[in-house]
């Protein structure tokens, strides 16, 4: 039983105790008071009318009336004379009339009151006794009066009694619910801190759990600044701080390889011309200066472009990476103001530079092969001069942007094709079933990478997913099985589709527990308020929701313990040649050991092999998922 069900069955108790004790109490007392007045009356009037007659002539005719007179005014039930031998000389009764009264309360209340006696003298002799007993009736209704009276101020007192029971033990249901809340939270490993409510004890238990909250808070804190300084130690330029070759080309590499919106895009290469004569004409803390300049102007283009991605290549070579980002013309005008302004500060400096998109599938070493062609050419033609690598015309399905409104809107209408790709745990069972969209376009199935851009640029997101999310219900309803479920930012700020996603999901309840909603990382860092909300609609009906393509920024999103993420899938390029690579294995196992303390499961997305996989079970993955991941029907069931 709850302590607050405790609460009002011990005030209601305590209340029905002091109404029933009180009537009690009061009806006793009125009967006891009126029977001990009724017995005072009978006995004056017994007293009164003995004397009366004992100054009388004993003539029976006179006897008779005024025993008669007597008994019609007086409200009595008997009076009766008798002789000294005990012989009745005249006599009169009459019954009680209480029908206004309950017949149980007159059972229960029954009055025992003994009949008023007296002597009646004639001269110096006994006449006789008279006995007189008075009519109840009166009193019955006044003593039922007054309990009506009694019950109904004990009644309008409970009332009162209960309301103010009610406030009270709603203040302190409301600090009580806030430290359930916070305890729950804690659970979910999200740290809130709780109101202190003005009841001492209440605000000591609040004040311990709100330490607590603090302190793990903290240490999660410290646990991801240690992490940040890991990743920045082991992947970062110490001159520039912007990645190393290393990780920067395994950052493009899972571009490539991407299912997703960010499978194509635009690369660009920066050099700093003659570095070596810049650095015997500069010195050696000018040009490292220099070099730490470029790379804030680059990152200051990859973050008006979004959450693009900047390394250093070589000594000399920088690249960007812009995901979602098409339009080399704008691109390349951004970046060359930022060079120019750059070398305006540096007369001596020439930054030669390169643009090209790139496209899921395409080879990486092919893609670096014709930058590095178009950079030599640049720095060839002169000072700050960039070159704008064309993209093959076999790779463009469709050249206007009329043709792919028409094209995407036909595909959406046929409906969204999903692939399958596996998530497995450690044991090889399955935990769900990745779904990335395909749409026929050109009389072909196309991945999402192809398609994902334009259906950015044209603002139809929202209508993608929700094709996606009715295929997989559909899926989920014929299957059994789990599946994750990407859903765009722009779908996010769309309250339609929020609604929509929403109203189908609870249509199918039943299979709630069976999707898995994933959105990119990026979403947590630009609009983290939008999915919180999002996130805890979906969990109040039982889905989970997790981040995709994860990096090493993990651990500095804002108010990552309040979102109420599952899951999250790091991002491939860290799981790349993983079984080689200790300083990657740190990192990841850094990234698992903070993800497990908010409750969070880690799976590594982009595992080419089976000696890959091990190694990041061995870290403390919890999951895997890529080209080098099989499954095997017979061999786990669904993990959700």
Request: glycine share 8%; net charge negative; aromatic share 6%.
């Given at each position: 039983?709850?302590?607050?069900?405790?609460?009002?069955?011990?005030?209601?108790?305590?209340?029905?105790?002091?109404?029933?004790?009180?009537?009690?109490?009061?009806?006793?007392?009125?009967?006891?008071?009126?029977?001990?007045?009724?017995?005072?009356?009978?006995?004056?009037?017994?007293?009164?009318?003995?004397?009366?007659?004992?100054?009388?002539?004993?003539?029976?005719?006179?006897?008779?009336?005024?025993?008669?007179?007597?008994?019609?005014?007086?409200?009595?039930?008997?009076?009766?004379?008798?002789?000294?031998?005990?012989?009745?000389?005249?006599?009169?009764?009459?019954?009680?009339?209480?029908?206004?009264?309950?017949?149980?309360?007159?059972?229960?209340?029954?009055?025992?009151?003994?009949?008023?006696?007296?002597?009646?003298?004639?001269?110096?002799?006994?006449?006789?006794?008279?006995?007189?007993?008075?009519?109840?009736?009166?009193?019955?209704?006044?003593?039922?009066?007054?309990?009506?009276?009694?019950?109904?101020?004990?009644?309008?007192?409970?009332?009162?009694?209960?309301?103010?029971?009610?406030?009270?033990?709603?203040?302190?249901?409301?600090?009580?619910?806030?430290?359930?809340?916070?305890?729950?939270?804690?659970?979910?490993?999200?740290?809130?801190?709780?109101?202190?409510?003005?009841?001492?004890?209440?605000?000591?238990?609040?004040?311990?759990?709100?330490?607590?909250?603090?302190?793990?808070?903290?240490?999660?804190?410290?646990?991801?600044?240690?992490?940040?300084?890991?990743?920045?130690?082991?992947?970062?330029?110490?001159?520039?701080?912007?990645?190393?070759?290393?990780?920067?080309?395994?950052?493009?590499?899972?571009?490539?390889?991407?299912?997703?919106?960010?499978?194509?895009?635009?690369?660009?290469?920066?050099?700093?011309?003659?570095?070596?004569?810049?650095?015997?004409?500069?010195?050696?803390?000018?040009?490292?200066?220099?070099?730490?300049?470029?790379?804030?102007?680059?990152?200051?283009?990859?973050?008006?472009?979004?959450?693009?991605?900047?390394?250093?290549?070589?000594?000399?070579?920088?690249?960007?990476?812009?995901?979602?980002?098409?339009?080399?013309?704008?691109?390349?005008?951004?970046?060359?103001?930022?060079?120019?302004?750059?070398?305006?500060?540096?007369?001596?400096?020439?930054?030669?530079?390169?643009?090209?998109?790139?496209?899921?599938?395409?080879?990486?070493?092919?893609?670096?092969?014709?930058?590095?062609?178009?950079?030599?050419?640049?720095?060839?033609?002169?000072?700050?001069?960039?070159?704008?690598?064309?993209?093959?015309?076999?790779?463009?399905?469709?050249?206007?942007?009329?043709?792919?409104?028409?094209?995407?809107?036909?595909?959406?209408?046929?409906?969204?094709?999903?692939?399958?790709?596996?998530?497995?745990?450690?044991?090889?069972?399955?935990?769900?079933?990745?779904?990335?969209?395909?749409?026929?376009?050109?009389?072909?199935?196309?991945?999402?990478?192809?398609?994902?851009?334009?259906?950015?640029?044209?603002?139809?997101?929202?209508?993608?997913?929700?094709?996606?999310?009715?295929?997989?219900?559909?899926?989920?309803?014929?299957?059994?099985?789990?599946?994750?479920?990407?859903?765009?930012?722009?779908?996010?700020?769309?309250?339609?589709?929020?609604?929509?996603?929403?109203?189908?999901?609870?249509?199918?309840?039943?299979?709630?527990?069976?999707?898995?909603?994933?959105?990119?990382?990026?979403v947590a860092i630009q609009q983290p308020q939008a999915l919180k909300t999002l996130c805890h609609a979906l969990l109040g009906l039982g889905c989970r929701v997790g981040l995709e393509h994860v990096g090493t920024q993990f651990g500095k999103i804002e108010g990552?313990?309040?979102?109420?993420?599952?899951?999250?899938?790091?991002?491939?390029?860290?799981?790349?040649?993983?079984?080689?690579?200790?300083?990657?294995?740190?990192?990841?196992?850094?990234?698992?050991?903070?993800?497990?303390?908010?409750?969070?499961?880690?799976?590594?997305?982009?595992?080419?092999?089976?000696?890959?996989?091990?190694?990041?079970?061995?870290?403390?993955?919890?999951?895997?998922?890529?080209?080098?991941?099989?499954?095997?029907?017979?061999?786990?069931?669904?993990?959700?």
């Amino acid at each position: 039983m709850s302590l607050i069900k405790q609460l009002w069955l011990t005030i209601t108790t305590l209340l029905l105790l002091a109404f029933v004790g009180s009537l009690l109490i009061g009806v006793t007392s009125s009967r006891h008071y009126i029977e001990q007045e009724i017995e005072i009356k009978n006995n004056d009037n017994a007293n009164a009318l003995a004397l009366s007659m004992s100054q009388m002539e004993k003539d029976p005719v006179i006897l008779e009336l005024l025993l008669a007179a007597q008994f019609d005014t007086g409200h009595y039930r008997r009076i009766e004379l008798r002789d000294a031998e005990g012989e009745i000389i005249e006599q009169r009764t009459a019954g009680e009339y209480v029908d206004d009264v309950p017949a149980w309360f007159v059972k229960l209340v029954r009055f025992d009151v003994p009949a008023g006696r007296s002597v009646v003298q004639d001269g110096w002799q006994q006449y006789g006794t008279l006995e007189l007993e008075s009519q109840h009736s009166f009193a019955y209704r006044s003593l039922w009066r007054s309990t009506l009276e009694l019950a109904g101020w004990f009644a309008v007192a409970g009332a009162i009694s209960l309301l103010l029971a009610s406030w009270i033990v709603n203040t302190i249901r409301r600090p009580l619910r806030n430290v359930v809340n916070q305890a729950q939270a804690i659970g979910q490993r999200r740290f809130t801190m709780a109101s202190e409510p003005r009841t001492r004890e209440l605000r000591e238990v609040v004040q311990a759990m709100n330490q607590l909250s603090y302190a793990v808070r903290q240490m999660l804190g410290e646990e991801s600044d240690k992490l940040d300084q890991l990743r920045r130690r082991m992947q970062h330029d110490p001159v520039t701080d912007t990645l190393t070759r290393a990780p920067f080309l395994a950052q493009l590499q899972a571009h490539l390889k991407s299912e997703k919106d960010d499978a194509s895009g635009t690369l660009a290469m920066v050099r700093v011309a003659r570095l070596a004569e810049l650095n015997q004409q500069l010195g050696h803390a000018a040009t490292d200066a220099l070099l730490a300049q470029l790379a804030r102007r680059l990152e200051q283009v990859a973050k008006t472009h979004g959450l693009g991605t900047v390394g250093r290549l070589n000594g000399s070579d920088f690249g960007v990476i812009l995901p979602r980002h098409h339009d080399l013309e704008a691109i390349g005008m951004a970046l060359q103001q930022q060079l120019e302004a750059l070398s305006g500060e540096q007369a001596s400096a020439s930054l030669p530079s390169a643009l090209r998109q790139y496209s899921q599938g395409e080879s990486q070493a092919e893609l670096l092969a014709s930058l590095d062609g178009a950079l030599a050419a640049a720095e060839g033609r002169g000072e700050n001069h960039q070159e704008i690598v064309d993209q093959p015309a076999s790779r463009v399905l469709f050249t206007r942007h009329d043709d792919w409104r028409q094209a995407l809107g036909d595909a959406l209408q046929q409906g969204a094709f999903l692939a399958h790709y596996p998530v497995l745990d450690a044991r090889g069972q399955l935990v769900h079933y990745e779904v990335p969209s395909r749409l026929h376009l050109k009389g072909e199935w196309r991945p999402a990478g192809v398609f994902l851009p334009w259906v950015s640029r044209l603002a139809m997101a929202p209508t993608l997913d929700l094709a996606v999310v009715s295929a997989a219900l559909t899926d989920v309803e014929s299957s059994g099985k789990a599946v994750a479920i990407n859903l765009s930012a722009e779908s996010l700020n769309d309250g339609h589709f929020v609604g929509e996603l929403l109203s189908r999901i609870g249509a199918h309840r039943s299979i709630a527990d069976k999707l898995w909603f994933e959105l990119p990382q990026s979403v947590a860092i630009q609009q983290p308020q939008a999915l919180k909300t999002l996130c805890h609609a979906l969990l109040g009906l039982g889905c989970r929701v997790g981040l995709e393509h994860v990096g090493t920024q993990f651990g500095k999103i804002e108010g990552l313990q309040d979102l109420g993420l599952s899951f999250m899938k790091i991002d491939g390029a860290l799981s790349q040649e993983i079984e080689s690579r200790s300083d990657q294995q740190s990192l990841l196992r850094g990234m698992a050991t903070l993800a497990h303390s908010l409750g969070i499961m880690a799976i590594a997305e982009g595992v080419e092999s089976q000696e890959a996989e091990s190694m990041l079970f061995e870290l403390g993955l919890d999951g895997v998922t890529g080209p080098g991941v099989r499954h095997h029907e017979g061999g786990g069931g669904s993990g959700a």
